[in-house]
């Protein structure tokens, strides 16, 4: 125990001295959030208000808008809508055909079609249309569009949570003697490497997590932003993750003969694809990816944080919560064993 608390000191004041783990583990994830809050704040923040629609007097459904709470309806003539719609007086404009005209594209005018489209599908189906709550679906749309906001940020936390890497990269330079004065001492003596890789481990994923806590702070009380009500299932999710991050960056450093600058490049590059793959450079790309390659999301360590992220906190889900934690456990419990089996194999022809 006294060994083991002399290697946590040791590999803890090391860690802390690097510079460049401070701006990685801590600063950069600031900064990126900060840049996301600021690129999509006006999206998260959408508020519908009134939407202007033009429309003849004898058109049948002028009585079905009249009702929509958010529709301001301007009975015009076809004359005077062309005018309305040039100045942008008016989103749109429905003629006796039931067909819309507008003048650009945007929210507003989505809407309106979507209205026009309901109306036209229940005048088919022969429903009534009095009975129809037309305003009800265009605040969901807005939510659900806020939502897919939200998913990058989770799959930012995600990302950060993988970070320890970086820690996990310099652990093992100090074990390796041609990269470090201390592992030069450490292969000249009958010193465990077990037990300098679990002191490693633990300090790395110590280091990371306190990061991760600087990120949460920053985004719920600078950012303003609730991302969590599911604590207990989302904090395990992110040690998971964190673990999964330090043992990444111990195999990277174990496996790979390179200097540590080019092994925390590498490691940059498998995170930066990992969380493109998992939605936090577009939605669109994971959208994609879950409808033709949902094995991708499913074993993408990154996904799986993200995706269950997303089910936990706004959707209340924790069905397959178990399932991603025991997929990132495996993951976790390979690459520490792997990273071993390099470790005790690695001799040296002289030190």
Known sequence: MKRLARNLFYQGKNLLGEKALIF??????????????TAFSGIMNIELESIAIGIDKDNPVRYILEEIEIIDVHV??????????????IGGYID?????????????????????????????????????DFSANYIEDKNQRADTIIIIFYSLIAMVSTYGLF???????????NLSNVGK????TPLKKKDFLLAGIIVSLSINMLSNAILLIFIKHFLKLKLFTG?????????????????LG?????????????????????TLVLSFLSGMMSTDIKIMLDKRLPLVGKVNPISIITNNLYKINLLGNTKNAIGGMTILG??????????????????????
């Open 250 to 270: 111990i195999l990277i450093g174990a496996s790979s003969k390179r200097n540590a600058n080019a092994k925390t490049i590498l490691g940059i590059f498998i």
């Open 76 to 89: 015009l003539k076809d004359v005077e809508a062309k005018e309305k719609l040039e100045d942008e007086d």
């Open 167 to 177: 820690s996990g990269i310099e652990t093992v330079s100090l074990m390796q003697a």
């Open 185 to 188: 001492r450490l292969n000249a």
């Open 24 to 37: 990685w583990g801590i600063i950069y994830p600031l900064i990126m959030a900060l840049f996301f809050h």
């Open 330 to 351: 495996i993951y976790c419990l390979m690459l520490i064993f792997l990273s071993y089996g390099f470790l005790r194999g690695k001799t040296y022809d002289s030190i």
């Open 231 to 247: 604590l207990l299932y989302s904090g395990i999710l992110i040690i998971l993750g964190n673990l999964f991050g330090v043992g």
């Open 96 to 132: 006796g055909d039931l067909k819309l005209l507008v003048k650009k594209s945007g929210i507003n005018q989505t809407v309106i079609k979507e209205i026009l489209d309901q109306i036209k599908q229940m005048e088919k189906l022969g429903l009534p249309m009095e009975r129809f």
